[in-house]
């Protein structure tokens, strides 16, 4: 028999969040892919608190900044149209 057991050890409140999955290289260097003048741009990333389904971003983006999804066949340079 096992257990899995999420402990919390810190919370913030109001902070800017993201789905796990949607940071990339979250181990070594995070960073996303935003949408920017028509391209897929990488955006560097700081991360605060973490959990299994989400992140804090610290530093690397602002409230309401698109992100396009980790699972999106996009690479960084690539076109790409945002929509809301």
């Given at each position: 028999?096992?257990?899995?057991v999420?402990?919390?050890?810190?919370?913030?409140?109001?902070?800017?969040?993201?789905?796990?999955?949607?940071?990339?290289?979250?181990?070594?260097?995070?960073?996303v892919?935003?949408?920017?003048?028509?391209?897929?741009?990488?955006?560097?990333?700081?991360?605060?608190?973490?959990?299994?389904?989400?992140?804090?971003?610290?530093?690397?983006?602002?409230?309401?900044?698109?992100?396009?999804?980790?699972?999106?066949?996009?690479?960084?340079?690539?076109?790409?149209?945002?929509?809301?």
């Amino acid at each position: 028999m096992t257990v899995s057991v999420e402990v919390e050890v810190g919370r913030r409140e109001a902070a800017l969040t993201l789905p796990a999955e949607a940071v990339r290289d979250a181990a070594t260097r995070s960073w996303v892919l935003v949408p920017s003048d028509g391209r897929a741009r990488r955006r560097e990333l700081r991360l605060g608190l973490r959990s299994e389904q989400t992140v804090e971003v610290t530093a690397g983006l602002r409230e309401g900044d698109a992100v396009i999804p980790a699972g999106a066949a996009v690479s960084a340079g690539q076109r790409v149209r945002a929509e809301p």
